[in-house]
């Protein structure tokens, strides 16, 4: 295993404590399975550094008592699950944001997001071992080992979704233990949901009747309207971000490419939360005119992003590339990031426009 | 009961053989449940007269045989149901498409919706009555008795809606048997879906191993790029419509009203398919600033509309009111027309904007 230095050096860091980095566009596209070293990371607090071979997970239900497990444990009592499902910052494409008016948080270009294979047990399988039955408003919280302004990181999820079956309590991303950026030796992944509800470093799971009062829940990952700044918003008033929306990045060329006239390959992701990606637009003058491009989904992985590709011909010029996808709703994305802006840049969605010039 | 003449009185009428109508704005936001004779009617044929006593429903599985049904039947064997649910057509709103290029279709305003209790019997019920168990790849084609162009009229929804806990075969809205131009004596309601999904006037049910081959499901109702037009489209290559998309339409003050100076109150409705409406923004100023709407949602019903008010404060002058809604996933719609225009006018889902002037 390469070291995290080593690691690091292969990408965009935004910030080293907290560590925050993104891979190179054109690297995120090489592969439908984002090796962990190309992920993403996000973290709020120092990395933990945890022994397996003690670790324990405790599961809190209020009527039936404690659950403590270890990771043997964990194997022991429940079937192992693989599911193929992408995680996304929901400060992805972030840096757009920045365009029309400042925001916080780390300017995240478009890859914050990426997809693995994460194995692991369902978490809805651990819950129903703890006598937790199906139950309208009630919440999953999790707490983790990393340290965020002096208390555990905890966030919470709807019941419903943690009994899903694609919600998983993850030892393993793509066949190897996680790396101790991602979350080592356990975290969960509740694909379709911003990468802040799958929280990385577990170490408790309780079942409650509300949300977590973790600042991270009540506080941040909010969405709020573009009329409400920092000293006024409101974190009850605010939307609790948990599916994400249709989203979709031109990866190749990259941005400000000097290309040669004639054939350019254009290749990209894109992905819808909960729905699927129907169509996939791609503009070569700025959103005047549109073509579809292929694409390429992974049979049986709903939570999954898709990879599109089209070859333009593009003449001498200077030319504005474009991209806009299309759920299984029929629903498309706004065009400019004006329409979703927010003074924390969250859910940064409209159409992804990279700038080219062509000899 | 009122005759169709005299409700036909009372709608926009866009044709009347077909039969299809939509009621004026402000009676539809009048009320959250739409009386039956208020509900936009959209019809292939001609309504079909149908006498209760005899009817029957035939329900074909290919493993156990066809069963046949009168609606004492269906009353008598499965339990009754109510749903809550809005019903839309795939060409709501499709006026507004016509400003940026000539579309087919009625030139439905933003009346082609409505919301009612429907009542009947699930229709996973029924199919689980006849044999019926949960399959990919499996589809649930019905007939109906109204004839377009020579044919039974018929579409397919897949198996999961068809089986769904929301999915009915309705006798009866708001309480009462459906009106002949609704379905009676049964239609199936599938909340979410596009209304062409929820056939009137049931005869048969099929279940199958792929979609409906009838020109309705294979040809019609198809969402395609901006670049397709009439001759150029392949059936195939378009997206079924059945989720609809976010969508948002301003119902109250009315297209080119004439005010006094100062409050306004501004009403109108949203609906996020198969999500839920967290926020409505409204525009005094055609989309440059932005207020959040009241909403007004029925517990228990994710398949209904969310109804919402503001009080705009409005100087004297022209303006373009604006609507745009948001939902569970952090979803917006696109700003423009243009952004969703397509040759067959579905989906018509940008902001909404009405222009009024206040003395």
């Keep these: 295993m390469s070291s995290l230095a080593e690691r690091m050096a292969r990408l965009i860091v935004h910030g080293e404590h907290p560590y925050n980095a993104e891979p190179p566009l054109s690297r995120l596209r090489a592969s439908y399975r984002t090796p962990a070293g190309d992920f993403y990371v996000r973290s709020h ?3 933990p550094e945890i022994d397996a071979a003690t670790w324990r997970l405790s599961v809190d239900d209020k009527l039936l008592g404690p659950l403590d497990l270890s990771l043997a444990d964990l194997r022991a009592r429940f079937p192992e699950a693989t599911v193929t499902a992408t995680m996304q ?3 992805n494409r972030r840096a757009d944001m920045r365009a029309v008016a400042p925001v916080s948080g780390d300017p995240w270009d478009a890859g914050a997001i990426g997809t693995a294979d994460w194995t692991g ?3 809805g399988d651990v819950l129903r071992a703890a006598g937790v039955t199906p139950g309208a408003d009630l919440h999953v919280a999790f707490e983790s080992h990393d340290v965020v302004e002096g ?3 905890g966030v919470s999820i709807p019941l419903a979704k943690a009994l899903a079956d694609e919600t998983l309590l993850a030892f393993a991303m793509n066949g190897a233990p996680l790396l101790p950026e991602h979350g080592f030796p356990a975290r969960a992944v509740v694909p379709g949901f911003a990468g802040v509800r799958s929280p990385k470093w577990l170490r408790r799971i309780t079942v409650q009747d509300h949300p977590s009062d973790n600042p991270m829940q009540a506080d941040d990952y909010k969405l709020f309207p573009p009329d409400v700044t920092a000293e006024t918003a409101d974190p009850a008033e605010g939307h609790t ?5 249709l989203n979709a990045a031109i990866c190749e060329p990259p941005r400000g490419a000097r290309l040669e006239a004639g054939d350019t390959p254009v290749r990209g992701y894109a992905i819808a939360g909960d729905r699927a990606v129907v169509r996939v637009d791609v503009s070569g003058d700025g959103g005047r005119s549109w073509r579809q ?8 992985a709903p939570f999954a992003w898709t990879f599109w590709e089209i070859v333009l011909d593009l003449p ?6 474009a991209v806009r996808a299309w759920d299984s709703a029929g629903q498309t994305q706004p065009a400019l990031p004006d329409d979703t802006w927010n003074f924390k840049g969250y859910l940064s969605a409209s159409w992804h426009r990279v700038r080219v010039e062509v000899a």
């Design 293 to 300: 491009a292929t694409l390429e989904h992974e049979a049986g």
């Design 45 to 47: 607090g120092d990395l």
């Design 316 to 321: 001498p010029g200077e030319h504005e590339l």
């Design 151 to 153: 208390r555990p990181y």
């Design 89 to 91: 910052c929901a400060g």
């Design 241 to 245: 971000i948990e599916t994400m929306p």
């Design 121 to 123: 047990v369902r978490l």
